[in-house]
């Protein structure tokens, strides 16, 4: 059985009614369990299993005893008395709003939806080393919006400086567009993984995300 401590690892959130409403980490994941405000989902072979803290603790037990085989796709966490299993989806049992159709305008989501690539390079690099560029400036007017903002590496960004990519004689790998469904899902869903959360999302998220 493979052991990642991993409290970061992403955890699907249901709302009441089993629709998908965002991702959060393992650790926010098992605030709510502790709180009783989420159960856990499990799913194996298509059906789903619910599961509250207690409960879930006593899988991970009988799992880590029965040393069950594990593809690989699992994390845990380890604590000074037990092990248990980072869930991979959760359910809010008290919480009935929809989710969201539109996708928050934000830096996450522009580092997802351009995979941390710079836009002008193409090379990809960490979060950190990538900065938010207007393509047309913001003294010629231009505006911050998705089709405006793209990421850009320290190089790129110095090089174009306030100018406009023609100007600058730079060209954008492709074109910025507002992405339809959450781009950060949309990068997990390519892992193994994350491969229970495709029966909670809808039939037209599929049909986009997995081309
Ligand atoms: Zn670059």
Redo the contacts with the bound molecule.
């Keep these: 059985m493979q052991h990642v401590a991993s409290l970061e690892s992403s955890v699907l959130v249901l709302n009441k009614f089993f629709m998908a409403l965002h991702i959060i980490s393992a650790k926010r994941a098992f605030v709510l369990l502790c709180k009783e405000t989420a159960e856990v989902i499990s799913v194996a072979d298509g059906k789903f299993n619910s599961y509250d803290f207690g409960g879930w603790k006593d899988v991970s037990l009988y799992k880590v005893k029965s040393g069950l085989p594990e593809e690989g796709t699992t994390s845990w966490i380890r604590t000074v008395s037990f092990e248990i299993e980072v869930p991979k989806i959760i359910r809010l049992l008290f919480y009935e709003k929809h989710p969201r159709s539109n996708v928050k305008f934000n830096r996450r989501n522009i580092f997802a939806r351009d995979e941390n690539k710079?836009?002008?390079?193409?090379?990809r690099?960490p979060t950190t080393e990538l900065s938010l560029d207007h393509i047309v400036p913001k003294a010629y007017s231009g505006k911050t919006t998705w089709t405006n903002i793209v990421c850009?590496?320290t190089?790129?960004?110095k090089s174009k400086g306030g100018r406009t990519p023609e100007e600058a004689r730079m060209k954008l790998i492709r074109k910025p567009v507002k992405p339809r469904h959450s781009p950060i899902l949309s990068l997990k869903l390519r892992s193994d993984r994350y491969h229970s959360w495709k029966q909670f999302l809808d039939e037209a998220y599929w049909s986009v995300s997995l081309k």
Excluded: I, L
Excluded at 118 to 123: A, D, E, H, K, L
């Design positions: 710079c836009q002008y390079c193409g090379r690099f850009a590496c190089d790129c960004n």
